[in-house]
């Protein structure tokens, strides 16, 4: 297995390189200049033009394209992420400012997802063809279809702005600093409460449709009727033995799940003005900050290549019949 | 159903209704625990909405209630003295001498001079810092304490540099200035100081006692990082908020009596739409006066929901010419008269309701916007298709737009907004000088353009005579038809008071003239 995973983590060095070449490409020859959003009408007044070309300078934005990439790969390798030119800072620390805001939304969401999806979708196939089952049907489908945009706006105007139950907005209160460690954590729940709902609620319900399907195959097959016939509980049989293979697909659903999780959670991060990657991004994109769109764009291909890794080594954990290298693992 | 079932059923719904309650009391505490987003109960607390991130570099919004500019304006627009007590130019207009109060401190206590001044200048225009040009560098010169001359910046209508304190800063290395520890909790020397600074988050000020002018009579001011303007104001988290509101969103907030909306005019931008005249039909001044004529502005006023005392006009025009009610007024809505005119050049109309065709080629053209102002065009297309004029948009995102309009002029038509200072390179020399972007050829506006440039940013006041001499030119010419200033709109709960459109909209701006009404 550890040949395996070494294997697969030479194979995406190319592959990285290959993403990194075609986003730096891709990026520059966008139309618009960076140096244009100097000219923002927010700083209400116009920038010197010889300050515009002291900074396209000082960034190598007035050299050959090649000599930039060959420049930007070295710095990259030496870890080295640039400049930020809407900051003026340099972006690893803007990234591991904004990362763990990420990762926090991310990974609730996740657990919210296994929580629940997994759970209704127990209940889904345990309780088929009943009331519950086509009330969890329908719900999941319904939560599968709403925009996540549209949900948070319409959770923010009822729970935030009628009903003054969550906050609107933040990560924290402004008098965050002035709590005891007990408060803190919780106001810390009490502002992730939404935005961890809007993301892992269509999750889940997809988790749910995914789940109560999978658990159908398995309690259909012939050791979960010899599991029955031998007198074990029907929780037993359910817990025990069927639950158990159906997750192995669900598991490897997961390892893929988190770059996508930090894909979608760009709106949600707007509307609750959650400051993690996905908003870094997208404002970097509008104002061609290159230095950060491209730092973000290998973050998001080195988590879908880890992902991908992930979701195949827990696939081989998961399951004794799957080996690599031809040694299974039991 | 048997007994043991029976008992087993009831084991589980005692242990899913404890649960229940567990999971309940858990929620409930989540909510006691929590801290709060409301305004602090301190009635001369106000809380403001503040899109500009808090984190590291001097915050431009934190900087207005830190930090005095050399000048500032009054609630008439005037320009009045702020740490300059008075200024004069020379009589070549080469450069200007400042003399500033004395009886300003920084708040550690120490007396703001002239070498603080010279020292800032020097920083931001230090090649590590790169905010002003090099050359910038040494424009200033200290003749005492509270005396200098300059030949470049600061002008007296730079109403945003901000001077900081020499005796704390000129040991810091300036390769790190966007870092410095100096911006969490800056030393100032305006109405307000920063009592506790949390990035992303807010920064908390309180109001200066020894502040020159009388204290401010607000005691404290929160800035809350965030842009959900509207959600945050109608949840009651905060009191005002900063953003550049669009016209169509503060509609929503138009009929909440808890509000008021406030706007100024960025006079020195302009929403217009340029007639490239190498475009052929677009050479003719006839078909540029028509498709002026064909477009109702004061009907684009009230549909994008913009106040009914926008300035509109058909030439460039100074803020002192505005501020004097000194505006030549623009050309009328007059459909019919363009009509005519169009018929006159030759684009006649072959059946009612169609595009108008001259020789077998119907007049027809794409028109270039960015998607923010995509509602204006959609206007402006239809106004002109109520004369037979077929405009087709080309909706671009923003920088595209801007790089197709400004760097490769590659379009028919394009609405922008367009810079109205003459020596910026999105300017009035660059649009209509001698090397004019839209092919427009107009020696005397050229000579005129090239005079005013010279003034730079002396007094942007002062050459008003320049500009009525180009009025009727661009009132014959029309090379672009010219819409309305950028308008901005800020928003605040009504108990804040002292506010006024359109010189003293901006809260934080404003913030000292301002007072509370209690809850």
Redesign the interface.
């Known amino acids: 297995m550890l040949r395996y995973i070494l294997k697969r983590l030479l194979q995406a060095i190319p592959l990285l390189l290959g993403i990194a070449t075609i986003t730096f490409v891709m990026v520059h020859l ?4 960076p140096m ?1 959003m100097y ?1 923002e ?6 920038v ?4 515009i070309e ?2 396209r300078k ?1 960034h190598g934005l007035d050299q050959p394209l090649p000599v930039q990439y060959v420049k930007w790969v070295g710095n990259v390798a030496r870890g080295d992420f640039g400049e930020s030119f809407r ?3 340099p972006v690893a620390s803007l990234i591991a ?1 904004r990362v763990p805001y990420t990762l926090q939304l991310a990974a609730l969401a996740l657990f919210f997802d296994a929580l629940i999806g997994i759970a209704l979708g127990i209940i889904s196939a345990v309780r088929q063809y009943s009331r519950t089952d086509r009330t969890i049907t329908v719900g999941s489908l319904v939560m599968y279809s709403i925009p996540g945009f549209w949900l948070a706006l319409m959770l ?2 009822v729970f ?2 009628n009903l ?2 969550f ?14 460690a ?2 803190k ?3 810390r ?3 992730l409460a939404l935005p961890v709902f809007v993301l892992g609620v269509a999750s889940a319900a997809g988790t749910a449709r995914f789940m109560r399907n999978k658990l159908l195959d398995v309690l259909s097959e012939e050791y979960v009727v010899g599991a029955r016939a031998r007198g074990l509980s029907e929780r037993s049989v359910i817990l025990r033995h069927a639950l158990r293979n159906a997750l192995i697909p669900i598991v490897t659903i997961y390892g893929l799940a988190l770059p996508f999780l930090l894909g979608g959670a760009v709106l949600i991060e ?4 959650w ?1 993690g990657m996905g908003l870094l991004a997208v404002e970097a994109i ?1 104002a ?1 900050d290159y230095p950060v769109i491209l730092a973000t764009s290998m973050i998001a291909a080195v988590l879908v290549v880890l992902g991908n890794l992930l979701a195949d080594v827990a696939y081989a954990l998961v399951d004794p019949r799957v080996s690599y290298g031809g040694k299974r693992l039991a | 159903m048997n007994v043991q079932k029976i008992a087993s059923l009831r084991w589980i719904r005692r242990r899913r209704l404890t649960r229940i309650c567990a999971g309940s009391v858990v929620l409930a505490a989540v909510g006691c625990g929590r801290g709060s987003d409301a305004p602090r109960s301190a009635p001369a607390t106000i809380t403001v909405l503040d899109p500009t991130p808090v984190m590291g570099g001097p915050g431009w919004t934190s900087q207005n209630l830190v930090f005095l500019t050399l000048t500032g304006r009054d609630e008439k627009g005037e320009l009045v003295g702020r740490l300059a007590r008075s200024w004069e130019r020379s009589p070549d207009r080469r450069n200007v001498t400042y003399r500033l109060r004395t009886d300003i401190h920084w708040h550690d206590g120490r007396p703001v001079t002239a070498h603080d001044v010279a020292f800032t200048m020097r920083l931001l225009a230090h090649p590590k810092v790169t905010y002003l040009p090099p050359s910038e560098a040494e424009n200033v010169i200290v003749v005492d304490d509270s005396t200098f001359t300059t030949t470049g910046h600061p002008y007296p209508t730079d109403t945003w540099i901000v001077y900081y304190p020499k005796h704390l800063l000129e040991k810091l290395d300036p390769a790190q200035f966007w870092d410095w520890e100096f911006w969490r909790q800056p030393v100032g020397n305006g109405p307000y100081r920063v009592v506790r600074s949390v990035p992303r988050l807010l920064m908390e000020l309180e109001a200066n006692p020894e502040y020159f002018g009388s204290p401010p009579r607000i005691e404290r001011v929160v800035l809350k990082s965030g842009e959900t303007a509207v959600t945050e104001l109608m949840a009651g988290n905060v009191d005002a908020a900063l953003l550049y509101w669009r016209p169509l969103d503060v509609f929503k907030l138009a009929g909440d009596t808890r509000f008021r909306i406030y706007h100024d005019f960025a006079l020195d931008r302009r929403k217009a739409v340029a007639w490239n005249q190498r475009f052929e039909p677009f050479r003719d001044a006839r078909v540029r006066r028509a498709l002026t004529l064909a477009i109702d502005r004061r009907e684009l006023l009230r549909a994008m929901n913009l106040p009914k005392d926008v300035p509109l006009s058909d030439a460039p025009f100074s803020p002192g010419q505005w501020r004097a009610g000194a505006l030549p007024s623009p050309l009328d809505y007059d459909p019919a008269e363009a009509r005519r005119l169009l018929d006159e050049v030759g684009w006649r109309e072959p059946s009612v309701g169609a595009v108008r065709m001259r020789a077998g080629a119907p007049l027809r053209f794409v028109m270039v916007v960015e998607n923010a102002d995509e509602t204006e065009a959609v206007l402006v297309q239809a106004a002109l298709r109520r004369v037979g004029v077929d405009v087709q948009l080309r909706v671009l995102e923003r920088q595209a737009a801007r790089s197709r309009v400004f760097e490769a002029v590659d379009f028919d038509a394009a609405l922008f907004a367009f810079c109205q200072r003459p020596w910026t390179p999105c300017g009035l020399v660059a649009w209509f000088g001698a090397e004019s972007k839209l092919g427009y050829r107009n020696s005397e506006v050229a000579r005129v353009l090239d005079s005013l440039a010279t003034y730079a940013y002396l007094d942007a006041d002062e050459p008003q005579a320049l500009y009525r001499e180009l009025e009727p030119h661009f009132q014959a010419d029309l090379p672009m038809t010219f819409l309305y200033p950028v308008t901005h709109f800020f928003v605040a709960h009504r108990r804040v008071r002292g506010l006024s459109s359109p010189h003293r909209a901006n809260p934080v701006e404003s913030m000292e003239k301002l007072w509370l009404e209690e809850r």
């Open positions: 966008a139309p618009g200049d244009d000219m009408e927010r700083f209400q007044r116009d010197d033009p010889q300050v002291l900074l000082k900051y003026r800072r400012e923010v105007l935030s702005v003054h139950w906050p609107t907005s933040q990560t924290r209160s402004l008098d965050y600093e002035l709590l005891s007990g408060g954590l919780a106001d729940l009490w502002h707007k509307v609750f003005a400051p509008g061609r």
